[in-house]
């Protein structure tokens, strides 16, 4: 079975200011790794996804992840927020077993609060 | 391309009523997931529909069912409504099922 641990539940940030949202994963075989987005009543929108080759991935809204295999990570960062990335960020892993690379477990989420 | 709709989006019923849901993918897509979403379990999947068919269920209940159409809208139906039952529903929609899904809306069920 496979699960997903983002260890920080808020985040408050600064404008401007770097952060770097954590995420580790558990899987006993190769995997898909996601973040999604969540802004106040709506659904998730796609922030990046590794499926396979380079391990430093580019994202919408300026957001990148590396996936890092022997630490079983994928932290996502942004090298400068703004208020509007306020929002609540989901990790999200698919593993390549039968049957369940059609599903996605998730982490149980970090709300980024970017101040003034 | 339009993306991932669902309807309704907002819904109140009372405990012990029956709903259903509507899901309609993004347009090529053959593979419909359903999570439900709760401030206490956080995310969770429900069920997986490809061609018609049911192929991955999450730990729900019975009272927890769903069908996918020869066009690939997908709907799911929850009887016998608990208060538990009250959550974000999220359907998501991908090529095959075996790569990256895009979400709807959701709809949000209160069930009083």
């Known amino acids: 079975a496979q699960s997903v641990t983002q260890l920080d539940s808020q985040v408050p940030v600064f404008e401007e200011a770097p952060v770097e949202l954590r995420c580790n994963y558990s899987s006993s075989v190769s995997v898909y790794l996601f973040w999604y987005v969540q802004y106040p009543n709506q659904g998730l929108q796609l922030l990046l996804k590794y499926l396979s080759g380079s391990t430093l991935v580019k994202g919408i809204n300026g957001f990148e992840a590396e996936f890092n295999k022997s630490q079983t990570s994928f932290h996502l960062r942004k090298p400068s927020v703004h208020i509007s990335d306020t929002a609540e960020y989901f990790c999200?892993?698919?593993?390549?077993?039968?049957?369940?690379?059609?599903?996605?477990?998730f982490g149980s989420g970090t709300q980024l609060t970017v101040l003034p | 391309k339009a993306g991932v709709t669902q309807t309704p989006r907002y819904l109140i019923k009372t405990r012990g009523q029956q709903v259903t849901l509507s899901c309609s993918p993004i347009?090529?897509?053959?593979?419909v997931s359903w999570y439900q979403q709760t401030p206490g379990q956080g995310l969770q999947f429900l069920f997986e529909y490809f061609s018609e068919t049911q192929r991955n269920k999450g730990n729900f209940p019975g009272r927890f069912s769903g069908r996918q159409f020869s066009n690939s809208r997908s709907e799911m139906n929850v009887s016998t409504l608990e208060l538990g039952d009250s959550a974000l529903y999220l359907c998501?929609?991908?090529?095959?099922?075996?790569?990256?899904?895009?979400f709807g809306p959701g709809t949000r069920l209160l069930v009083l």
């Open positions: 347009s090529g897509h053959r593979s």
């Open positions: 999200a892993v698919s593993d390549l077993g039968s049957g369940s690379a059609r599903q996605l477990t």
């Open positions: 998501a929609s991908s090529w095959t099922g075996g790569e990256t899904q895009y």
